[in-house]
């Protein structure tokens, strides 16, 4: 593990910051990444809001952080409570008001549903709002993981805290989805749970230690974990899901539906249901892995992050064509943003989009994976801030690169 420490006077802030956060975090929904937020979306964590991981309640799963399970992608989180944890009401409660409906999962930083920015003093975050050295709105706290270097990274810029642990473990698909779960050794009670290719691996999300590695028993391939409510772990593992106890022995598994190209789980612990893609197509199962609903992304997609929507359909990355469609209930593509050919973005290198996170204004951080590259601009951003400006929107942040020292970012998980 490598960590690099900033002032003590740096490091305040942060204390802040991962404290605040640590005390709203409820264990997130499950990511492939990534995160993802929205109105209503988050990242991972538990079920309920994946998207939205640590607070709020359920919606829509693209919210990493914060926001109600029903809308996953909302980064930010919770429903809109005017006591929330705004910094100028009562205490946070933890649902971060400062993040949409609460409906979509996807929906919010809420992860640690306050990690200081928005939040009030009590349960949602400190009051104190952390001022960003590079001005307003360019400054991120956030999970990246690169599974090229097979190492997992902690970036706060407001405070220029970071830590960065290997996983342990080699391939493709280590590390790949994230999540916050309840680990009693991390020094805060929270710690960063990974997918690895043999199960999954627990990192202290205030310091970087890893906790523990978890194999599956005879088990490879694993391209997601997502941590239920009884303690066990379900795994998407090529053709099915398996769920396994702390040991890692299998309890049970179920067939997923037929195709290739399992990329990421995501899990609603609202509804108990299981989100994901096998290539053009996206899927929303139950726990006990019955299809109940699937729509077409179109020709030539890939898809990695999978996050509900509020009132039906989801949002999802589409690997190659790297962009996020919304698709809604009637199963018909609402909007599109990115786009590997559209010349609005030649300049910062779109090549594949895989795990993400949607904002509570609407913006999508996503991870711009350049696996397939065999030498990609040393300066090409491997996360970026798209916009939903326009017909294709537009970039607003952008973060790592080769020369940033980064090799291949796969999934992404955003505090604030």
Known sequence: ???????????????????????????LGCSSNGSSFETGM?????????????AGTNGDVTNVMGGSPS?????????????????????GTGNNPTAGTGSDPIGGTGNVAGTGNTAGTGTGGSAMTPTCPKGEGKCHEFIANDNGKNQVNYVNEFTGAKWSTPVGSTGANSPRTIEIVDNSKAAGGKAVMVSVNTGYVEIDLSNGTKLLEVK??????????????????????????????????????????????LRAINLDRTTGHYWLSK???????????????SANMGAGTKGYAVWWRAGG?????????????EIDANKQIVSTVGGRDNPAFTK??????????RRPNGNYIVANWLGHLGNPGKDVPMVIEL???????????TWGSVNGGQQTITNVYVFQ
């Not at 593990?1 to 264990?27: E, H, K, N, W, Y």
């Not at 290539?279 to 199962?285: D, F, G």
């Open 348 to 357: 910062y290198g779109l090549d594949f989009f895989s795990g993400f996170v």
């Open 216 to 261: 599956a028993q005879s088990t490879t391939n694993v391209t997601g974990a997502c941590r239920l409510a009884d303690g066990t772990t379900a795994l998407g593992v090529d053709t099915k899901i398996v769920i396994v106890n702390a040991s890692g022995v299998p309890t049970t598994n179920f067939n997923l539906p037929t195709g290739p190209n």
């Open 313 to 325: 359909g989801v949002y999802a990355t589409t690997g190659e064509p790297a962009t996020i469609v």
């Open 279 to 293: 290539t053009e197509t996206v899927y929303e199962l139950n726990a006990q892995g019955t299809q109940l609903w």
């Open 71 to 91: 809308n996953p992608t909302q980064a930010t989180g919770g429903n809109p409570q005017t006591n929330g944890g705004d910094g100028n009401s009562t205490a």
């Open 42 to 54: 988050g990242g991972s964590g538990s079920s309920p809001n994946p998207a939205g991981n640590m």
């Open 1 to 27: 593990m490598q960590t690099v420490r900033p002032s003590r006077r740096m490091l305040s802030p942060l204390s802040v910051s991962l404290s605040a956060a640590l005390a709203c975090i409820f264990s």
């Open 387 to 397: 916009k939903p400006n326009g017909a294709s929107g537009e970039v607003v942040w």
